[in-house]
């Protein structure tokens, strides 16, 4: 008995602070006779997709599968029971790729199963005589460095896109420069970035990326450069080639890409109750469900409905400032009252809850209990290098800064 596997994949990339890559087999349960487990290799690689030839479809699962391929249904419990310590199986997602080993009796009986859940680990459970034993693998991951450079014409997602850069990298040049570059509303028209990062590849393959290892970003003629300190394989974060942290106490903005449609204002029309009022914070307009985050670490004094306001979320940073946003559509993940926050964490998604005509963020900013503007305020910076590494640092950043493709390839670009 005879069994075959048709494959179809279907990949696609979907835009927003992140990609994603996804694949669908169309599987006929016919059992091969030959084995189909990934061989090692030593000089010539194999694909992942050679490797792990087959994926899981939707509404599929393992016991399904595995029932197709006439295995008992006691042995797919231990085939599961086995994997528990590594990954759950009875919840394993459409996509996942995994390769199927067979015997080769007169009646083939399943010796091994293979997944793949990343470009970097895999799953391999095997039958030794009558017992299922399931050992982990992680792929060994070679690291180059590539460069990517733009001039902003339209947007920076726009400049991105056409050096052919994974729209990831660029919201992390965003969380580099976060401190220095409100990117809602100071990109400007020829502003140009360039950077070097590590790009990661298993097998041969690209396997997705590693740190950006030095940026820089000019708008509107202001110059930063952003260089990555690592100390025994931990990256102490991003600084200035002074050694200065590009970290300020608060970050610009709380949303990553957006627009101020409203200031800071004593008096202002108020859209729906047709009064002037003051407009005690910044709006920036933004698409529902736009990450918000907080601007700075803290401790949540308040998450609930606050009338006018919607959804709120306040924080208190330390005894002299506090921040708050509005007209959330729903909150971070465990952010309640009490909760304690880092900088960068999205505490709420953006909406247009209570008194609000479309959606959007309205942004407060207190400094010993009053409301002040937090557009064009500046924060002190956060620590620099240690002394006692600077040296250290300092030797590091030609070599960083050698990394970055020339501003002429980019004026040639």
Sequence with gaps: MNKRFTVFTVSFIA??????????????????????????????????EEAFPYDFPKNS??????????????????????????YDLAKIRPGIR???????????????????????????VKKLESTWVAEQKIEKVE????????TVETSLWESASKANMDG????????????????????RVGDRWRLSVEQKFVRGQPAGWG????AEYENAGQSFVGILFRVDGEDLGYFAPDGSSLKRMFLKSPISFGRITSGF??????????????????????????????????????????????????IRHNSIYETAYKHLSRYGKNIRKGTMVKQGQVIGYVGSTGLSTAPHLHFEFFQAGRFVDPVGKKFPSADPVPPNLMSNFSGNVPYKMSLLPSWESIIKY
């Design 15 to 48: 835009l927003f602070f992140i990609g994603f890559f996804a694949s669908q087999k169309i599987f006929e349960s016919v059992k091969p006779v030959a084995s189909t487990a990934p061989q090692e290799v030593s000089e010539t690689y194999i694909s992942m």
């Design 61 to 86: 699962t393992l016991y399904n599968v595995l029932k197709a391929q006439d295995v008992t249904g006691s042995e797919i419990q231990q085939i599961v029971a086995a994997a528990k310590p590594f």
């Design 98 to 124: 995994y390769s199927l080993e067979f015997d080769e009796s007169p009646d083939p009986q399943l010796k091994s199963i293979s997944f793949r859940f990343s470009g970097l680990e895999s799953l391999v």
């Design 143 to 150: 690291l180059k460095t590539a460069t990517f450079f733009g």
């Design 168 to 187: 990831l990298l660029i919201a992390e040049l965003a969380e580099i420069f976060a401190w220095q570059v409100d990117f809602a509303r100071e990109v």
């Design 211 to 214: 740190s950006i290892l030095s």
């Design 265 to 314: 204002s004593r008096k202002r029309f108020h859209p729906i109750l047709k009064v002037n009022r003051p407009h005690m914070g910044v709006d920036y307009a933004a698409p529902t469900g736009t990450p918000v985050k907080a601007v700075g670490d803290g401790r949540v004094v308040f998450s609930g409905w606050s009338g006018g306001g919607g959804n709120v979320v306040k």
